[in-house]
């Protein structure tokens, strides 16, 4: 049974959680510890100094409101800092948040320095919010730069990685990233002004603030930003006046310790149109290409979706899905879209058959050469056979079945003569080849079963 100070502190908690994010609660209020509550004094054991400093400095008036709610007011905080965990050695100090600050009284003039910095009001940080890393799959081709964004997003601004530049074709994930970085800064660090701006917003503003006046408005503006996110930064390729405006704003943000992210279809080695002062400076922290996604990520990127969508997908969909829409994400999830409309529409089973369908109209699809040997092996690996298997004259249903099958399907599919197929298949002549055919055609009309697994199987020779 929990003793009074956990109780209180459980309660003092739970007013914290729905003021700060998921985030930042586990990281600075989760490890805390209720120690002691006497005489007013409540004492909170905390692993280390740092602790003590951070929450001090961005949390102290959220704790202090929340323990005069909870505990009562003229409730002192005090820590108990951990010196040796073994034996439970510590050390324990006052919040700075007790020591009263005198209160100007009526008749006495409020002085306020020159050199005050006001605190600036939130912004919206203009993010969307579906595109978080939680749903930015990793794989080889974004690797280093998923891992580069996360950096940022604990320390913005403090890294290497200043500015980040991440380029790559359309559609690989870039805005996916961009967004992600922004949205875990926010989360970890509440109280940075954090903006993401595509390029064409960014001049539309400009031009804006230039026909009325107001560029110094704009200039200032922006470099109050902790960390900017401009996406397809190829788009001032020849606007004089917004790459120098930019320029300015690049310059301020880096020297006083901001965070700059920007994206591009190509990299800075290769862009035209755009200031060589401003090229030299996307170079000065990590350019990092995303390429196009490989077989793995494509299928994992497709599973996701399947599994946050509550979608049920046969793997070898999946598979085929992977294996031929290879250029970018967009395209990958947006033949999900397509595939779940036209089964829902016209209320048929999502199979490899209207697979094909709606990926053909995605991508050029380059079919598959049967041979007969080819189709003889898949027909086994089917039903679970060996090859030596159908070659023999054995009468086991199973095996005479999988060898109609297997000879119908050569004819189907090859421009092959009878006698072949049936040289190739068991050494069969080709009457044994035509009597296959006729039975194989007869059980599709009178066996639904039968007529399935030879249209799925079908189906697999032709992706």
């Known amino acids: 049974m ?14 914290i959680k729905d003021n700060i994010s998921e985030a930042s609660y586990n990281t600075w209020f989760s490890p805390i510890v209720a120690s002691q ?10 692993p280390s100094q740092f602790f003590v400093e951070y929450i001090e400095e961005k949390y102290i008036d959220l704790l202090k409101m929340t323990l005069y709610r909870v505990v009562g007011l003229g409730t002192r905080l ?36 020159p050199y005050h910095k006001p605190q600036l009001p939130d912004i919206d940080p203009q993010l969307n919010y579906a595109h978080n890393f939680n749903n930015l799959i990793e794989g080889k081709s974004n690797k280093l730069a998923r891992t580069a964004g996360t950096s940022i997003a604990n320390e913005p601004g403090k890294t290497i990685f200043n500015p980040l530049f991440v380029y790559g074709q359309s559609g690989v994930g870039k805005t996916h990233l961009a967004n992600a970085i922004g949205i875990m800064t926010k989360q970890l660090n509440p109280e940075k002004r954090v903006l993401y701006v595509s390029s064409n917003t960014f001049q539309i503003q400009y031009t804006d603030a230039v026909r009325n006046n107001t560029a110094n408005d704009f200039l200032n503006f922006y470099q109050t930003i902790d960390v900017l996110i401009v996406d397809d930064i190829q788009e001032f390729a020849g606007k004089t006046g917004t790459q120098n405006t930019f320029f300015h704003i690049f310059n301020h943000l880096h020297q006083t310790g901001k965070q700059l992210i920007l994206t591009s279809d190509r990299s800075p080695v290769v862009m035209v149109g755009l200031e060589q002062r401003l090229l030299t400076r996307f170079k000065w922290g990590l350019s990092a290409e995303i390429e196009k996604p490989d077989f793995e990520l494509r299928k994992a990127i497709l599973q996701n979706k399947i599994y946050r969508d509550g979608l049920e997908i046969p793997e070898n969909v999946v598979n085929f899905i992977a294996e031929h829409v290879v250029d970018n994400v967009r395209d990958l999830e947006g033949t999900l879209v397509s595939l779940m409309a036209h089964s829902t529409l016209a209320n048929i089973p999502i199979d490899l058959e209207l697979t094909n369908k709606v990926v053909s109209r995605i991508v050029a699809i380059t079919h598959k050469i049967n041979t007969v040997e080819s189709i003889r092996d898949k027909v086994c690996e089917y039903f679970s056979l060996s090859v030596d298997a159908i070659s023999t004259k054995s009468r086991k249903r199973e095996v005479v079945q999988a060898r109609q099958i297997a000879m119908y399907l050569s004819k189907q599919l ?9 040289m190739a298949i068991g050494q069969r002549d080709h009457a044994t080849v035509l009597h296959a055919c006729k039975i194989v055609n007869d059980l599709m009309d009178i066996d639904k079963n039968f007529r399935s697994s ?3 199987i079908e189906n697999i020779l032709k992706h």
């Not at 090859?414 to 049936?422: D, E, P, Q, V």
Request: charged content about 20%.
């Open 414 to 422: 090859t421009k092959n003569s009878l006698s072949s197929i049936g």
């Open 2 to 15: 929990l003793n009074l100070p956990e109780q209180l502190w459980s309660r003092c908690l739970s007013v």
């Open 37 to 46: 509550y006497e005489n007013n004094i409540f004492v909170l054991q905390v």
């Open 78 to 113: 005090e820590y108990r800092v951990m010196i040796d965990q073994s034996n439970g050695k510590g050390t324990q100090i006052p919040s700075t948040g007790e020591h009263a600050k005198p209160k100007p009284t009526t008749n006495q003039q409020a002085y306020i320095s």
């Open 454 to 456: 030879v249209k799925e």
